[in-house]
């Protein structure tokens, strides 16, 4: 699975910036194949006033469709809104996204587990079962 990022900083103009967006998003959101849209809008950072404004995250099953989708006369159009924007103000990215398996991991059986804590006890006693 690929990923297209657009970062986008602090705007100067907010209902500015929301104005391009909001016309840029609709055209998005007609491009083909996209599998998953999100939207991250940034609240804060433990680091002082956050650089990043809002993120926009694009999933596709592949690099060739995502520039297939790049391509198309949408793709095109959504690319034109963009560029309305400042050209420092937004950065792109392409990501390769890896998730694993089943998302989390199991925790030992409880009878797993005690004989673990019994082995550890042992071993740092010294003594032997």
């Not at 034109?80 to 890896?98: I, Q």
């Not at 998730?99 to 587990?113: M, R, S, Y």
């Amino acid at each position: 699975m690929i990923k297209f990022i657009i970062l986008f900083e602090q705007p100067d103009d907010a209902d500015e910036f929301e104005n391009v967006y909001q016309d840029f998003l609709a055209l998005i959101e007609r491009m083909p194949d996209i599998l998953r849209r999100q939207v991250v809008h940034i609240t804060g950072s433990p680091q002082g006033a956050p650089q990043y404004y809002r993120i926009l995250e694009l999933y596709f099953d592949s690099q060739q469709l995502l520039q297939d989708a790049l391509m198309t006369p949408i793709g095109q159009e959504a690319g034109k809104e963009l560029r309305r924007l400042p050209d420092e103000s937004y950065k792109l990215l392409f990501a390769d996204v890896y998730e694993e398996e089943g998302g989390e991991t199991p925790a030992p059986a409880a009878d797993e587990d005690d004989a673990e804590r019994t082995q550890v006890e042992q071993a740092e006693t010294g003594s032997a079962g």
